[in-house]
């Protein structure tokens, strides 16, 4: 997701460890060792890596890893394996809510769906919503930030194009590019400054 010369993102294992302690904060129907999660994004990108297989392990959660999307595999699978976590990018979301075997299927098991990487539209979250009944909640983050640093809360409905709110212990600022030291005021452009533990 880089442009240029591969960048480096140094993270501790308190980085990741706290920032799966705030993803399960603010998701709280998740138990231990009760949880499927299919995991769609490679273990090799920070989404697969530290929300999927992190967040997973610290649940005790069973992983369902697959090589690629292909969405009516991806409803098969998650209808058979009772699957209760999804993540992944809008285009799966709206793939998955407009193929013909979603629709009235048994979905009970799904507690929560995460999207983020790209904008996603509010009629696409409703049509998922609509199918699966499970909410499916906006983020924001980067490798850098381990990567969860925005997450909308369960039942709260982001603005269209925004995200919901900074985790537990996390600040987001729009700064002034000019004048980093100046947060600019709402509606305005300027750089993400996101700090946390």
Same mark, same amino acid.
């Given at each position: 997701?880089? =442009?240029?010369?591969? +960048?480096? *993102?140094?993270? $501790?294992?308190?980085?990741?460890? !706290?920032?799966?302690?705030?993803?399960?904060?603010?998701?709280?129907?998740?138990?231990?060792?009760?949880?499927?999660?299919? *995991?769609?994004?490679?273990?090799?990108? !920070?989404?697969?890596?530290?929300?999927? &297989?992190?967040?997973?392990? +610290? %649940?005790?959660? $069973?992983?369902?890893?697959?090589?690629? /999307?292909?969405? #009516?595999?991806? @409803?098969?699978?998650? @209808?058979?394996?009772?699957?209760?976590? &999804?993540?992944?990018?809008?285009?799966? /979301?709206?793939?998955?809510?407009? %193929?013909?075997?979603?629709?009235? =299927?048994?979905?009970?098991?799904? +507690?929560?769906?995460? =999207?983020?990487?790209?904008?996603?539209? *509010?009629?696409?979250?409703?049509? /998922? #919503?609509? @199918?699966?009944?499970?909410?499916?909640? $906006?983020?924001?983050?980067?490798?850098?930030? *381990?990567?969860?640093?925005?997450?909308?809360?369960?039942? #709260? +409905?982001?603005?269209?194009?925004?995200?919901?709110?900074? %985790?537990?212990?996390?600040?987001?600022?729009?700064?002034?590019?000019?004048?980093?030291?100046?947060? @600019?005021?709402?509606?305005?452009?300027?750089?993400?400054?996101?700090?946390?533990?």
């Amino acid at each position: 997701g880089t =442009t240029g010369v591969p +960048k480096a *993102a140094e993270l $501790t294992h308190r980085n990741i460890s !706290i920032n799966n302690q705030q993803l399960a904060a603010r998701l709280p129907r998740f138990g231990y060792a009760c949880e499927d999660f299919l *995991a769609l994004p490679p273990f090799s990108h !920070i989404i697969g890596s530290s929300i999927i &297989l992190c967040l997973g392990v +610290k %649940l005790a959660a $069973t992983l369902h890893p697959v090589a690629r /999307f292909v969405p #009516e595999e991806a @409803v098969r699978l998650m @209808v058979a394996q009772r699957i209760s976590f &999804l993540s992944g990018v809008p285009p799966m /979301f709206m793939a998955i809510a407009r %193929l013909p075997a979603a629709q009235g =299927t048994d979905w009970s098991a799904l +507690k929560y769906c995460m =999207t983020g990487g790209a904008a996603i539209p *509010a009629s696409v979250i409703a049509e /998922f #919503e609509g @199918v699966t009944g499970a909410p499916l909640l $906006t983020a924001y983050g980067l490798s850098e930030t *381990a990567p969860g640093a925005v997450l909308a809360l369960e039942g #709260e +409905k982001a603005p269209e194009g925004g995200t919901g709110r900074p %985790l537990p212990e996390t600040k987001v600022e729009i700064r002034d590019i000019e004048d980093p030291a100046r947060i @600019v005021p709402r509606g305005s452009r300027g750089e993400i400054c996101i700090s946390g533990p």
